[in-house]
Nanobody
Protein backbone atom coordinates (compact mmCIF):
# COMPACT_ATOMS: atom_id res chain seq x y z
CA UNK A 1 0.00 0.00 0.00
CA UNK A 2 1.30 3.45 -0.96
CA UNK A 3 -0.19 6.65 0.42
CA UNK A 4 0.41 9.80 -1.66
CA UNK A 5 0.02 13.42 -0.59
CA UNK A 6 0.43 16.29 -3.05
CA UNK A 7 1.40 19.84 -2.10
CA UNK A 8 2.64 23.03 -3.70
CA UNK A 9 -0.39 24.11 -5.65
CA UNK A 10 -1.73 27.64 -5.59
CA UNK A 11 -2.57 30.74 -7.57
CA UNK A 12 0.04 32.13 -9.94
CA UNK A 13 0.06 34.62 -12.81
CA UNK A 14 0.64 33.51 -16.35
CA UNK A 15 4.35 33.10 -17.00
CA UNK A 16 5.04 32.19 -13.40
CA UNK A 17 6.32 28.99 -11.83
CA UNK A 18 5.26 26.46 -9.24
CA UNK A 19 6.80 23.27 -7.92
CA UNK A 20 4.50 20.47 -6.92
CA UNK A 21 5.59 17.78 -4.50
CA UNK A 22 4.17 14.34 -3.86
CA UNK A 23 5.19 12.67 -0.62
CA UNK A 24 4.86 8.89 -0.59
CA UNK A 25 4.65 6.51 2.33
CA UNK A 26 6.20 3.05 2.42
CA UNK A 27 9.68 1.62 1.92
CA UNK A 28 9.33 0.66 -1.73
CA UNK A 29 8.88 4.04 -3.39
CA UNK A 30 11.82 3.51 -5.73
CA UNK A 31 10.18 0.40 -7.19
CA UNK A 32 7.17 2.33 -8.51
CA UNK A 33 6.80 4.26 -11.69
CA UNK A 34 5.32 7.66 -10.84
CA UNK A 35 3.16 10.03 -12.79
CA UNK A 36 1.51 13.43 -12.68
CA UNK A 37 -1.96 13.94 -14.07
CA UNK A 38 -4.39 16.84 -14.14
CA UNK A 39 -8.10 17.38 -14.42
CA UNK A 40 -9.72 20.65 -15.37
CA UNK A 41 -13.40 21.36 -14.68
CA UNK A 42 -15.63 19.49 -17.11
CA UNK A 43 -12.72 17.57 -18.62
CA UNK A 44 -11.31 14.10 -18.23
CA UNK A 45 -8.19 13.45 -16.22
CA UNK A 46 -5.16 13.64 -18.51
CA UNK A 47 -1.56 12.55 -18.46
CA UNK A 48 1.05 15.25 -17.75
CA UNK A 49 4.36 13.52 -17.02
CA UNK A 50 5.78 10.23 -15.79
CA UNK A 51 9.07 8.84 -14.60
CA UNK A 52 10.22 5.26 -14.38
CA UNK A 53 11.38 3.47 -11.24
CA UNK A 54 14.91 3.61 -9.87
CA UNK A 55 17.31 6.45 -9.28
CA UNK A 56 17.87 7.50 -12.90
CA UNK A 57 14.41 7.10 -14.28
CA UNK A 58 13.44 7.91 -17.84
CA UNK A 59 10.83 10.62 -18.12
CA UNK A 60 7.84 11.10 -20.41
CA UNK A 61 5.81 14.25 -21.08
CA UNK A 62 2.58 15.29 -22.68
CA UNK A 63 3.12 17.44 -25.75
CA UNK A 64 1.16 20.31 -24.19
CA UNK A 65 3.72 20.81 -21.40
CA UNK A 66 6.93 19.59 -22.97
CA UNK A 67 9.76 22.06 -22.46
CA UNK A 68 7.93 23.85 -19.64
CA UNK A 69 7.47 21.14 -16.98
CA UNK A 70 10.08 18.81 -15.49
CA UNK A 71 9.36 15.68 -13.49
CA UNK A 72 11.90 14.33 -11.02
CA UNK A 73 12.09 12.05 -8.02
CA UNK A 74 14.16 11.80 -4.86
CA UNK A 75 13.99 8.19 -3.72
CA UNK A 76 15.88 8.95 -0.50
CA UNK A 77 13.06 11.32 0.46
CA UNK A 78 10.22 9.26 -1.03
CA UNK A 79 9.16 12.35 -2.96
CA UNK A 80 8.10 13.10 -6.52
CA UNK A 81 8.31 16.60 -7.98
CA UNK A 82 6.87 18.54 -10.87
CA UNK A 83 8.59 21.82 -11.69
CA UNK A 84 6.21 23.94 -13.74
CA UNK A 85 7.55 26.98 -15.58
CA UNK A 86 6.00 29.42 -18.04
CA UNK A 87 2.56 28.56 -16.75
CA UNK A 88 -0.47 29.32 -18.89
CA UNK A 89 -4.13 29.77 -17.96
CA UNK A 90 -4.89 26.47 -19.71
CA UNK A 91 -2.67 24.72 -17.14
CA UNK A 92 -5.33 25.45 -14.51
CA UNK A 93 -6.49 22.14 -13.04
CA UNK A 94 -6.31 19.83 -10.06
CA UNK A 95 -2.99 18.00 -10.27
CA UNK A 96 -2.69 14.42 -9.04
CA UNK A 97 0.28 12.16 -8.51
CA UNK A 98 0.02 8.42 -8.92
CA UNK A 99 2.14 5.31 -8.46
CA UNK A 100 2.12 2.02 -10.28
CA UNK A 101 4.20 -1.01 -11.12
CA UNK A 102 2.91 -1.91 -14.55
CA UNK A 103 2.01 1.45 -16.02
CA UNK A 104 1.50 2.35 -19.65
CA UNK A 105 3.55 5.50 -20.06
CA UNK A 106 1.91 8.58 -21.56
CA UNK A 107 -1.47 7.21 -20.48
CA UNK A 108 -3.51 7.00 -17.32
CA UNK A 109 -3.45 3.21 -17.38
CA UNK A 110 -1.82 0.96 -14.82
CA UNK A 111 -1.53 3.28 -11.84
CA UNK A 112 -2.52 1.61 -8.59
CA UNK A 113 -2.37 4.46 -6.09
CA UNK A 114 -3.53 8.08 -6.35
CA UNK A 115 -3.23 11.17 -4.22
CA UNK A 116 -6.08 13.54 -3.40
CA UNK A 117 -4.84 16.30 -5.70
CA UNK A 118 -3.67 19.89 -5.38
CA UNK A 119 -5.26 22.86 -7.14
CA UNK A 120 -3.22 24.94 -9.57
CA UNK A 121 -4.80 28.14 -10.84
CA UNK A 122 -3.08 30.32 -13.44
CA UNK A 123 -4.50 33.79 -13.95
CA UNK A 124 -4.16 35.70 -17.20
Amino acid sequence: QVHLIESGGGLVQAGGSLRLSCAASGPTFSKYAMGWFRQAPGKEREFVAAITWGDDGDSYYADSIKGRFTISRDNAKNTLYLQMNSLKPEDTAVYYCAAGVSVKFRTIRGYDYWGQGTQVTVSS
